[in-house]
Nanobody, 123 residues
């Protein structure tokens, strides 16, 4: 089993920044090749945001490219999502996910999920 715990969400004004963190634990975490961030707004499907492999290869959604940056600290089993120039449409619950496979923008490609952290951007 792998446990994922997100933190760092909150309320911010448009144009502001937040940094989300996801700490992973569990004896099978070393088998997780990819860590990703997804988000889900009320009434909408879960949406891919960004993902990073164990070796640092990154894929970022077009909707956040240039504003959001994913990174990981392998010794700390932690993945970050730096979010800058936030917009009201970025408001959602943000989820951390882990996968044994390749980078995938489909949520079904991930094996473990965190509980989510709320990000609210006011206009």
């Amino acid at each position: 089993q792998v446990q994922l715990v997100e933190s760092g969400g909150g309320l911010v004004q448009a144009g502001g920044s937040l940094r989300l963190s996801c700490v992973a634990s569990g004896r099978t975490f070393s088998a997780m090749r990819v860590m990703g961030w997804f988000r889900q707004a009320p009434g909408k499907e879960r949406e891919f945001v960004a993902a990073i492999t164990w070796t640092g290869s990154i894929t970022t959604a077009d909707s956040v490219k240039g504003r959001f940056t994913i990174s990981r600290d392998n010794p700390k089993n932690t993945v970050y999502l730096q979010m800058n120039s936030l917009k009201p449409e970025d408001t959602a619950v943000y989820y951390c996910a882990a996968s044994r496979g390749e980078i995938n923008i489909d949520p079904s490609g991930y094996d473990y999920w965190g509980q989510g952290t709320q990000v609210t951007v006011s206009s």
